[in-house]
């Protein structure tokens, strides 16, 4: 088996090896540049993860793995033009770079790209890899709906929240580790619980981000902690805050984040306050710890032995754990 | 054998039938939005009568022709967003009913949807299916893109722009063909014909827009006549006239092309006259018949009765003749 820093290492080698040459470059250029960027290759690494679980062999779940990682960037991309993101991975958004009719056409391109390497899975495991990806797809575009409808709802619950992140970021987790464990020849009842074993821990992955959001070492995080609040975003910890807050709290916190002031620190200062009296911190790691239980108990079920899924434990621990 | 008409008839049935109830309806809305405003479906209506002229059965090609006309709608919402059109089919685009980030988002989804129509071809085509629809929507995107380039770029030739509008236009004519030859079960040979009729045919068809575009009887084009004159469009009536005309006629066109006059109808007065004085029309036609000439020798060569053929023949003939 290898761990998972050997996959990170066997895609970021496979995506070196990919350049897009064809014409017109005003197309391509954006792709690469995108693709170029970097970042952890967790869904491909985790997609080969699950191949291997199941005894399959890695060479055959490469292709789609690299098509569930433009597919990623693919949205990346054109998330980025919808919040206005002006950087990305520290270098300027496509948008930016180039320009956002440039951007939404190289996005299309790229969802079309996504498709053919998707397609490259064995032809037994096709048409299975394909409804896998292409629900998963709809999902998530189903789920950064939800992200934008949530800026101007007033009523957001906590449970719609909890859906939108499964939408949004949960399900490609879900549908990498799926895909990589059909073609690896995961039986239907093992596929589903791989399945859900990922989408719970999305899940647990979104909130941990949440939480660092706020409340993480701004040196090891790498960022200033505090931008969901500046920008009112509504997160766990802002909707669990909101229940549980009375009074002249809750009537605050309320009015906080309708603010956008020039000096965003006295703000974050302010929230912060009401998050820890209200204990919001802990809160949040409960329910955190919630979901990467259910995830740990859907991956007990997978008939394969423990040896094998040590693996995958040691990463879902180390992701409710990372403080950065 | 239907007619093309009668199988227009039979798409647009089953779009009457198809709403996409899913949720968030912020996401839906638009998409059942632009799918509701029409249009001829001449795409999947062909995709239907390739079917049938190889003796397949159409109910097995509704589908994915349904899925190329979806596809056809998403590059429709993406295409007036770059080109930041208010009208389509005489109601408002979806980026001015909704907004731009709705109809980048409705967009996305509608690719994958047309992915999950496409994707339900009989599964002994699926692969083949599959492989002509991906091919032609990255086609399309490579024409989209040339076309913008065009709009900033001095030295486009003729061949640069018949090559722009075979990927841009042509290449999903003559893909929605293969693929219902493909599922009508046609020879690779016979189906490589069927494309390229269809490919030619789509040059042609796009060559004759252009002309109408600046010559057609106003009130059967059903829009004013000019159009691509006054946005300075670099259509094939323009690069002919330009590469025929000389001297200070060769100057004044190229100066009309950079202007953006208040009033637009005196420029459009004098692009004319230039036109008619090097006898653009009679060129732009003569093109149209090369092109039109090229695709029936295509047809030709497809090993099916000529009684099978009639249809196609026709439609290709009224596609060459229409005057609107």
């Known amino acids: 088996m290898h761990t998972l820093e050997d996959l990170q290492q066997i895609i970021n080698d496979s995506f070196d090896k990919l350049k897009f040459d064809q014409k017109p470059k005003e197309l391509y250029d954006p792709i690469n540049y995108i693709l170029d960027l970097g970042g952890k290759r967790l869904r491909p690494a985790l997609c080969l993860l699950a191949c291997e679980l199941f005894d399959g062999v890695i060479q055959q779940a490469i292709s789609p793995a690299l098509g569930i990682e433009i597919f990623h960037n693919f949205t990346l991309l054109h998330d980025d033009i919808m919040d206005e993101a002006p950087i990305r991975r520290g270098k300027p958004t496509v ?18 790209l996504a498709y053919d390497y998707i397609m490259k899975a064995p032809g037994e495991f096709q048409q299975e890899v394909f409804s896998v990806f292409n629900k998963t797809a709809i999902e998530v575009c189903e789920g950064q709906q939800y992200d934008m ?6 009523d957001v619950s906590i449970s719609d929240y909890l859906e939108m992140i499964r939408l949004k970021t949960a399900v490609l987790l879900a549908g990498s ?13 093992d596929a589903e619980n791989i399945y859900l074993f990922g989408e719970k821990l999305g899940v647990a992955f979104q909130l941990k981000d949440d939480l660092l959001d706020a409340f993480s070492d701004e040196n090891k995080f790498g960022k200033k902690t505090g931008g ?7 997160t766990f910890l802002y909707l669990k805050a909101f229940e549980m807050a009375e009074g002249s709290n809750k009537e605050l916190l309320g009015l906080l984040f ?5 000096d965003p620190a006295k703000k974050i200062k302010k929230v912060k306050e009401i998050y820890r009296e209200l204990r919001v911190e802990a809160a949040t790691k409960k329910e955190i710890e919630l979901y990467y239980n259910m995830a740990l108990n859907y991956l007990d079920k997978v008939n394969v032995s423990p040896e094998k899924k040590s693996e995958l434990v040691r990463f879902a621990y180390q992701l409710k754990q990372r403080d950065y």
Chains 1, 2 share one sequence.
């Open 228 to 234: 969901d609040i500046v920008t009112n975003k509504k």
């Open 95 to 112: 948008h930016i770079k180039w320009n956002p009719n440039v951007a939404i056409l190289s996005g299309d391109t790229m969802m079309a």
């Open 149 to 154: 409808n949530f800026e101007i709802q007033d």
């Open 258 to 262: 309708q603010e956008n002031p020039i």
């Open 177 to 189: 580790l799926k895909i990589g464990a059909i073609i690896g020849g995961a039986n239907k009842e």
